[in-house]
């Protein structure tokens, strides 16, 4: 969501500004600008909206070359998308700024500044931002010192960076609740909201902390702190590489990523799994003597990880025996909650980003949990370096804004989570022995559910005049019912809502006619007679439905019901099975639909504001 990239350097940086937004661009975005100081006193700002290949385009027609500017893409939070909206916003000649986040205070500030004189051009928060600093400049000794007075009259999330057109050789960059690193360079350094924007010019990162506000120049980084002292934050050389993000032979990077997913389990369990049992390190040092004390699990996320987390409390009520809650984090974050003795935090998220579960971490830093794990996909990311614990999900770039192999990443790691908790709270050998042989099984089981490709494609056809679907599971396979049903409404447009299928009889049942269809997740398990009876309370009401199902559950296809051959598999990694078929099938109804399936409309990748 919105994408900074700054550089302060002797060379030409237009190219190394537009290339990191075009690297941003997965994150999600409705404009992109940027500004380029060429001398002191003079500055080029072009402006588009749609793609950034649009701002590429136009930037043909200036002259956008110099050594010093910023560059972003925009997500709207305040104002429609327009070209007076987009950023960089300006105050006056000289101020130049770029911003991630919401300032919650605009409206009473934007009402202050008019009074003082200054013209608004555009709808945004974001040049309440620009004219408070300009405001600011007014009575500081420097530029510096007026956006450290700004952060402490502004409420709300930022992660800023502000050029003055008149002292070109240097750039502000603030930050709070919305994420920014430094990358260093040799006689130039670089900024960006995702360090994946720089890794062509760099690979050393410094990260800024919470309330950090730094003077950024070719050859010195000064930062103060959220209480206004010199602080030193350590540079870190990162293993992430420059990778082919290229979509090769797939239509999209969604399906590029669905047929990752043999790849990314084998990267998420590669080194952790040894002689039987999960390695004492792989969630962190110290893991092993909180995971024999803890007697209760809280676990936050959003959307996607929402849906991992409560596969999780299944399988950890259950093999573990240990009390599980799982909480959406922007409501936690708005409650008053119970904390458990000897409770252990868990967060899942693919960016380590994520605005509200970044928030629940920090306030339940504060009310006495034993210790904070998190799941995450990006190494650095603010979730992982302030959590206690880490598990990295291994999954690779995920470039799709519908999540895929970061989902089932994520459950793979669940499960190991389970797995070393059981060893060291009693389980038996024998479930511990299910669970690794089951774990290593996995790679090679969605591989055969890949293989449906072609039969789901020709399935999906039969949804191209549909506007709505009903997605049915029972038990852990609920919460993938509820995964599949929001893929379909990502990417397709269609309205769908997930049930528990027992709970058809409590309302749902009204729905049900020959224009919905209903999609039933069906592995053979305890609860497959009950699932059975759900399915022909739908059939006695005329519903057309699809089963996913394996040979041993017992569907025929008929009239009324389309059944999909599942791969048997153990009943421990279902739900992580389960899932392949239904990212296929809300993929190839999204094509049929001609939607934009890698950025669909009015959603972005990493969530980072409220």
Known sequence: MCGIVGAVAQRDISEILLQGLQRLEYRGYDSAGLAISKVAGSVERVRSVGKVQSLVDKCQNFDVSGGTGIAHTRWATHGGVTEANAHPHMSGDDLVIVHNGIIENHQELRTELKAKGYVFTSDTDTEVLAHLIAENKKSASSLFDAVRMTTKMVRGAYGTVIMDVNDPERLIVARSGSPLV???????????????????????????????????????????????????RE???????????????????????????????????????????????????????????????????????????????????????????????????????????????????????????????????????????????????????????????????????ASTKAFTTQLVGLLMMVLAIGQKRGMSNEQQQAIVSALNSLPAKIEEALALSDSI????????????????GRGDQYPIAMEGALKLKEISYIHAEAYAAGELKHGPLALIDADIPIIVVAPNNELLEKLHSNVEEVRARGGQLYVFADAESKFISDDTMRVIDVPIVDEIVAPILYTIPLQLLSYYVAIIKGTDVDQPRNLAKSVTVE
């Open 182 to 232: 430094i990358g260093l360079g040799i006689g130039e350094n670089f900024i960006a909201s995702d360090l994946r924007a720089l890794l062509p010019v760099t690979n050393n990162f410094m990260y800024l902390e919470e309330g950090d506000v730094a003077e950024v120049t070719r050859f010195d980084i000064n930062i103060q702190d959220s209480e206004g002292n010199a602080v030193t």
């Open 235 to 401: 540079a870190k050389v990162t293993d992430i590489s420059v990778e082919n993000d290229g979509k090769g032979e797939y239509r999209h990077y969604m399906l590029k990523e669905i047929f990752e997913q043999p790849h990314a389990v084998r990267n998420a369990l590669a080194g952790r799994l040894v002689n039987g049992q999960v390695q004492d390190d792989v969630f962190g040092v110290g893991s092993a003597e909180i995971f024999e004390k803890v007697q209760h699990i809280q676990i936050i996320a959003c959307g996607t990880s929402y849906h991992s987390a409560m596969v999780a409390r299944y399988w950890l009520e259950d093999m573990v025996g240990i009390s599980c809650n799982v909480e959406i984090a922007s409501e936690f974050r708005y409650r008053r909650s119970f904390v458990h003795a000897n409770s252990l935090l868990v967060t899942i998220s693919q960016s380590g980003e994520t605005a509200d579960t970044l928030a629940a971490l920090r306030l339940a830093q504060e009310l006495g949990y034993m210790s904070s794990l998190v799941l995450c996909n990006v190494d650095g990311s603010s979730l992982v370096r302030e959590s206690d614990l880490a598990f990295m999900t291994k999954a690779g770039t995920e470039i799709g804004v």
């Open 457 to 472: 494609e020709s399935l999906a056809c039969e949804f191209a005049d549909k506007n709505h679907a009903l997605f049915l």
